[in-house]
């Protein structure tokens, strides 16, 4: 595969380690004879390192065959995170470190989440676009504020601070970008 082709969530092989794509970034040339780069950030699944590497559109990059299955998100204990296999009932742990940016937006009823599964081992996951959380703690609303006014922060029931319109109080359901951590709209 081309690293022009690449995509977040995929798993390279890369040395013989695999490596979860976590960010991907394209750099355009500054020239006409430059070439585009794509700039990789991600993490070795087995030695949980992160990983940085920028790669040329051209260039030949070899990925890790692997199965989405569709899964629920059960529980967090010290050995990590558990999801259960919606077809199976088979249950995978992976460890907090590797869900580091998911865990802000994981909450126990939450559907559409994918696993990536290869010989048996879950090897990261993927969110839905949206996820819909409550705000538990921000200022007080204002009744006088319009859809287009002012934002403020607020924490989410995961932790997750995001900025919101001034007229959303504690309590209220709000729909969350899973990519960009921003605030949509109202559940």
């Given at each position: 595969?081309?690293?022009?082709?690449?995509?977040?969530?995929?798993?390279?092989?890369?040395?013989g380690r695999n490596i979860l794509v976590r960010e991907l970034e394209?750099?355009?040339?500054?020239?006409?004879?430059?070439?585009?780069?794509?700039?990789v950030r991600g993490i070795?699944?087995?030695?949980?390192?992160?990983y940085e590497n920028r790669f040329k559109g051209d260039e030949n990059i070899q990925t890790v065959d692997f199965g989405r299955r569709a899964v629920q998100y059960l529980y967090q204990d010290a050995d990590g995170c558990t999801f259960m296999d919606k077809e199976t009932f088979e249950q995978y742990t992976l460890g907090s470190d590797v869900l580091e940016e998911e865990l802000r937006y994981l909450t126990e009823d939450?559907?559409?989440?994918?696993?990536?599964?290869?010989?048996?081992?879950?090897?990261?996951?993927?969110l839905p676009a949206t996820v819909v959380l409550e705000i538990t703690e921000t200022a007080p609303g204002m009744k006088a504020a319009s859809a287009s006014s002012r934002t403020k922060p607020a924490t989410l029931s995961t932790g997750l601070v995001v900025q919101v319109p001034e007229y959303l109080t504690s309590g209220e359901v709000i729909k969350v970008n899973s990519t960009s951590g921003e605030y949509i709209s109202r559940a």
């Open positions: 595969m081309k690293a022009s082709d690449l995509k977040k969530g995929q798993v390279l092989d890369i040395d394209v750099q355009s040339p500054s020239s006409r004879s430059g070439s585009t780069l794509y700039k070795d699944i087995v030695a949980k390192q992160k939450l559907d559409g989440i994918v696993a990536m599964i290869a010989d048996g081992v879950i090897l990261g996951i993927v």
